[in-house]
């Protein structure tokens, strides 16, 4: 049995505007962050923290520009994938009653985890050039918890949002 999945041209929502504005402020971070600091790196920046987020691998300062690269390739692909929500997996069952908003759901989840990305890339890249101008330190140590944190928030908003009713 073929499933239900029309290809429908639905606008924007206002909060998916925002949430692609925001994206593109956070791209923008990224991008500034090594611009203006890269004149004053030295020549070896970390590029590796251990799970104490100390320092343990260090390498030449043109590496502050692959948290940048990685996260526009990121930005992206995610931004592409949210022209198809047709080809998402969903928790429910598509039918013509909960498509649209099944589909706009899905097109919100892919954006909230590109601003999500999209903020954890810039805010790698701040701590990588605060660490490689002190010479030593180590990440926050609330960095990690806050990222599976907002990660487990990501995961159960979509699944709750994907459930409710009109």
């Known amino acids: 049995m073929e499933k239900y999945r029309p290809k429908l041209d639905l606008p924007l929502s ?14 923008a971070l990224l991008i500034l962050i090594p611009a203006f600091a890269y004149g004053n790196l030295p020549d070896q920046i970390p590029i590796h923290f251990n799970a104490k987020g100390e320092a343990d691998d260090w ?12 996260g526009l390739v990121t930005a992206a692909g995610l931004h592409l994938i949210t022209k198809f929500p047709h080809t998402y997996n969903y928790p429910q069952t598509i039918t013509p009653e909960n498509v649209e908003r099944q589909y706009r759901n899905g097109r919100t989840m892919i954006r909230l985890v590109n601003l999500f990305d999209s903020l954890l890339f810039a805010g790698l890249t701040y701590f990588i050039v605060r660490l490689a101008k ?24 979509s699944v709750y949002t994907a459930y409710q009713k009109e």
């Open 134 to 157: 002190q010479g030593e330190g180590q990440l926050p140590i609330w960095l990690m918890p806050l990222v599976l944190l907002a990660t487990f928030a990501l995961v159960a908003y």
């Open 14 to 27: 206002e909060t998916e505007r925002m949430l692609d504005r925001t994206t593109l402020s956070a791209l």
């Open 59 to 70: 390498a030449n300062k043109l590496y502050i520009w692959l948290f940048p690269l990685i």
